[in-house]
Every structure is written in structure tokens, then in C-alpha cells.
């Protein structure tokens, strides 16, 4: 896969529209709607700067490496869903209650969406515009069944503390233009508590995308974007051809927590039942296991290891598996595949949705070359490749499901609207479990 030096500007499907709306004002009580909004009804410029300017965390920071060297930092508890134990969430909820899309859909043959994660930004709107805008062109196609019908984001929504004053500049104004439903899971920063305040965790991820009625909230500023509908930190989103069973893997940088002595087994029971489900239903579509912390990883961030251990235990169990897993955390793109004996599993790093990039190798160390073996199979483990990455775009996963197979597409935002060419792509037979 090539890797391009981005440039400094993608041009803005929303050049020469009307101007931007006013800054928010994070106060008073939501507003209640009978449906769900998205887009703004007419295209607007690119934000140029952020209405709230963004502090330094540099003190939060150092207090925090210094918990982290006493051993003191523990991932938080969370409010558990609805609806236990397996709390559910289908599209066509998503989209008030209309079936006759998701109906649509299924007698198109295929469904397609986006998905990314670490796309809040604390410099300033640019690198979220540039993947904004490459997104958004995604919805001008000349084939309607290839247009997106949901964006998931893949967490880390807000940096640094999931603090509601930045949900407008880092969310709500980024997406203004996105014209389909956002449905997100929360990362650590989106859970993360800054040191010397009092705030709950997830206090502001939970207002805006786990609300029960279709609600505006005081961070969207006076835009259109109705907050979501999930039913809390885990659930299982359920689409035409396609499932999703998400996790929450906690506050820590390293490494995901999904279950301890501190947060209970509540995901271990979830992700149980909602295996057991699909493998009693004999769900045919593509079944998509997403957190935000990855399993595996190359660069700065360490692998998930007890994570994955307790999840491929479940796993086991219910003698069913993935046919994808999806992450963000690491500031990139990244493919891995794992074997598991006849069977391949892809597993991929979407997190390079706005943040400030990672680079996987430095000036002093030879540039990664893949594809590599990073781990031999042996007793409890199975062979994984790192197939393919990009540390120098920011970028996006485009994902097309039909009944036979899952696609999934990168394409870096560097190549500009006009491109629809993705720069990584795999094929899973959804029959098989192989990849092409």
C-alpha cells in the first residue's frame, strides 16, 4: 500500500455555502423531537477555528503518568445498559422506526457504512474536516445502493476528557454536513476523568448518544444532529446483513479492560448471550465484534492481551466467532490477520479519524515493512499477520456487506473527493470464513 504525504488541505464539498451557525452554549435542558435529525438542510463552510479555544492537559498529564507509576490508575465502573443482558439496537430505530429503509436495503442486496474512531482533535477542526469532507462525498454515488446508511464510530469521540464544552467544536460542528445516523462507542478518553474534578465518568458520552428519546442536547449548539439512542457503553447494533456486538474496553491507555474486580463481568455475561443468540437464530450475516482498545497491535500502544483472552474464552464457548473485529486507540491505520486453524479472522485499527497521527516507526528505526508474522501459532495462541498499514494520512474504513461476503475498504483522506479508489482493502466470505 502506498503511503502519501498528506496535504494541507482537501478541498470542502461546502465551499461557498451560507455561514456557519453560532457557537453553542452548554446549558439548559434538551429539546425533545418526535424523530431523529442528521445533516444541517443546506451544505455549510468548513469550520475554520474552534468557538472554544482548547486548554493545555499538560498538568492533567503529569498527575496522571505519576498514578500510572504508583500503579494507582484503575479502569472506572460505568452505569450498566438497558435492557440486560443483552441491550439491543437495530437501525431501523436508529432511524425512527423506519422499516421501509431498512426494508430498502435488504431488497437492495447490500448495505454499506463507515466506520473510525479518534477523530476529536485539540489543535483545531482541520484534520477532522479533511476526513469530514471525504466522507460526505461518499454520499454522492451514481448507484444509490452504494450509499452509506451509518457512520460507527470506533470511540474516542472528545479528547481529552470527554468534556462536554468541547462537544460542539469536536463533534457536533465536525459533523454538521454528515447526513445519516453516528452510532458510537466509547474510548477512554471519552471515559476518562481529568484529575482534580469531579465530573462522572462518561457523563457527556451518555447525554449525547445514550438518550431514550430522540433528544437535542445543549453541546449541539443549536444544530440539527439529534443525539443517539444506544442503550449504554455495550450492546448489540443490529443491521441489514450485518451485527455488530460492541464492547466497552474502559478508561486506562493501556491495556482495554472489559471485565475485573472493579467493573464486574457485566460484558462477559452480555457477550455471552448475544453469542448464544446469534448462534441459535443461525444469524447469516456478518457478524463484527468492535472496542476501542485493539487486540493487536505495532507502535506506541501494547497489545489487549487478558481482553482478548476473555473474549476468545466466550468465544469458544458458544462455538461462534467473529468475522471481523474492529478497534481505534492506535492514531492509524493498521490489518492484522489471525488464523485460527482453517478460518481467518481480520483484524483492523481505525484511528486515524482526526487525532494527531502515530507513527510506527521513528527516524531512528527502520520503516516496518509488512506483510509479517508477528506471532506464531502455539499452545493457546493462534498465528497473526500484520498485513498492511498507513502512519502518515488521516483516513476512514468504508465497509460493504452483502449476503455472501463483508468488504472492508480504507481510503486516506489525502486522495480527495474525486477519489473512490480505497488504498487497503479485504474480502471475507461470510460461508468460509477465508479472505480474498
Not at 460526505?136 to 448507484?143: A, G, K, L, P, Y
Not at 462536554?164 to 469536536?170: H, I, L, S, T, V
Not at 492514531?331 to 483492523?348: A, C, E, M, S
Amino acid at each position: 500500500m502506498a503511503h502519501r504525504p498528506t496535504p494541507k488541505k482537501t478541498p470542502s464539498r461546502r465551499a461557498g455555502a451560507k455561514a456557519a451557525d453560532p457557537a453553542p452554549a452548554i446549558a439548559g435542558n434538551v429539546a425533545s423531537l418526535n424523530g431523529p435529525s442528521f445533516a444541517q438542510p443546506v451544505l455549510t463552510p468548513d469550520p475554520g477555528s474552534f468557538s472554544i479555544k482548547h486548554g493545555s492537559d499538560t498538568q492533567a498529564y503529569k498527575e496522571i503518568d505519576e498514578l500510572n507509576r504508583e500503579h494507582k490508575l484503575k479502569t472506572l465502573p460505568f452505569p450498566l445498559p438497558r435492557d440486560l443482558p443483552e441491550p439491543r439496537l437495530t437501525l431501523a430505530q436508529v432511524l425512527g422506526g423506519n422499516t421501509g429503509r431498512t426494508g430498502a436495503i435488504t431488497k437492495s442486496g447490500q448495505i454499506v457504512f463507515h466506520s473510525v474512531g479518534d477523530t476529536g482533535s485539540t489543535r483545531g477542526p482541520e484534520t477532522q474536516n479533511l476526513v469530514a469532507d471525504k466522507l460526505i462525498s461518499d454520499f454522492d454515488e451514481r448507484d444509490p445502493v452504494d450509499i452509506p446508511s451509518f457512520f460507527f464510530h470506533l470511540g474516542d469521540v472528545i479528547y481529552n476528557f470527554g468534556e462536554a464544552k468541547y462537544y460542539y467544536d469536536q463533534f457536533y460542528d465536525a459533523y454538521r454536513d454528515y447526513p445519516a445516523p453516528i452510532i458510537a462507542i466509547a474510548g477512554n478518553h471519552d471515559g476518562m476523568v481529568a484529575p482534580q474534578t469531579d465530573v462522572p465518568t462518561l457523563d457527556a458520552y451518555l447525554r449525547n448518544f445514550c438518550q431514550q428519546d430522540f433528544v437535542i442536547t445543549p453541546e449541539a449548539g443549536g444544530l440539527n444532529r439529534t443525539a443517539q439512542i444506544q442503550p449504554g457503553v455495550f450492546f448489540t447494533f443490529e443491521a441489514p446483513f450485518v451485527r455488530f456486538l460492541v464492547l466497552y474496553s474502559g478508561t486506562l491507555e493501556d491495556p482495554g479492560v472489559i471485565a475485573n474486580d472493579t467493573i464486574g463481568d457485566s460484558q462477559l455475561t452480555y457477550l455471552k448471550a448475544a453469542l448464544t443468540r446469534a448462534k441459535a437464530e443461525k444469524f447469516p450475516g456478518a457478524l463484527i465484534l468492535a472496542h476501542h482498545h485493539p487486540a493487536y497491535t505495532a507502535g506506541p500502544h501494547g497489545w489487549s492481551r487478558e481482553m482478548t483472552a476473555q473474549i476468545d474464552k466466550i468465544c469458544n464457548a458458544a462455538g461462534l466467532w467473529p468475522h471481523a473485529v474492529l478497534s481505534g486507540h492506535a492514531h492509524n491505520y493498521q490489518r492484522f490477520t489471525r488464523q485460527r486453524g482453517k478460518t481467518q479472522i481480520p483484524y483492523i485499527i481505525g484511528g486515524n479519524g482526526g487525532h494527531a497521527l502515530a507513527k510506527l516507526s521513528s527516524k531512528a528505526t527502520p520503516v516496518l515493512r509488512v506483510p509479517t508474522r508477528i506471532q506464531n501459532a502455539g499452545p493457546g495462541q493462534d498465528a497473526v499477520d500484520f498485513e498492511s498499514y498507513d502512519d502518515t494520512n488521516y483516513g476512514y474504513l468504508r465497509i460493504v456487506v452483502n449476503a455472501q461476503t463483508l468488504r472492508i475498504e480504507y481510503h486516506p483522506a489525502s486522495d480527495g473527493a474525486r477519489a473512490k479508489t480505497p488504498d487497503d482493502m479485504v474480502t471475507i466470505d461470510l460461508k468460509t470464513r477465508t479472505l480474498s
